[in-house]
């Protein structure tokens, strides 16, 4: 895919996730254009509010666009710092993710990881779906998560084998 294509679906895919959350929660913009029965959320990035995502993860930042991450339906921004490392975990909800800048990591347990640059996509089930994720440790990672559910993170004992995992 050229350059430009994957700026393009990136672009596309944050402008419809922003419409989409119209109707599923309240926005956290600072300022709505209306223009007859039509309108616009507009949030600069300079508007942004950064919070730490996790006290155990320092330095992972989350600002919400839309929803409230703690609380449920959500989409909004999250950065990692370069050479960040989440040991294997899994998450309750499903998460739909865009890479807009650095090299995402993403490691399915088992099975090799998968290195994910600008303009990269990813789905990730909620549940049982046991993955490490980490940033490339050349730059700091950006992307875009959105979710139908809460974030959470449940951190996997590795010393533990799965059914003992679940006792």
Request: charged content about 20%.
């Given at each position: ?122 789905m990730q089930s909620g549940g049982n779906y046991r993955h490490t994720t980490s940033c490339d440790k050349a730059s700091e990672c950006l992307f ?24």
């Amino acid at each position: 895919m050229r350059p430009r294509n994957v700026l393009a679906f990136a672009v596309s895919f944050l402008l419809t996730a922003a419409v989409l959350a119209q109707a599923s929660g309240e926005p956290k913009a600072k300022s709505v254009l209306k223009a007859g029965a039509a309108k616009a959320v507009i949030v600069p990035s300079s508007d942004l509010k950064w919070t730490d995502l996790d006290p155990n993860a320092p330095g992972v930042k989350n600002a919400d666009v839309w929803g409230d991450h703690t609380k449920g339906a959500f989409g909004g921004f999250t950065k990692f710092p370069a050479g960040f490392v989440a040991p294997l975990h899994t998450h309750t909800n499903a998460m739909k993710i865009v890479v807009i800048s650095g090299t995402f990591i993403h490691g399915p347990e088992g099975k090799p990881e998968v290195r994910l640059g600008p303009g990269s996509y990813l789905m990730q089930s909620g549940g049982n779906y046991r993955h490490t994720t980490s940033c490339d440790k050349a730059s700091e990672c950006l992307f875009f998560i959105q979710s139908n559910g809460k974030f959470d993170i449940k951190p996997v004992d590795a010393a533990k084998p799965a059914a003992a995992a679940k006792k």
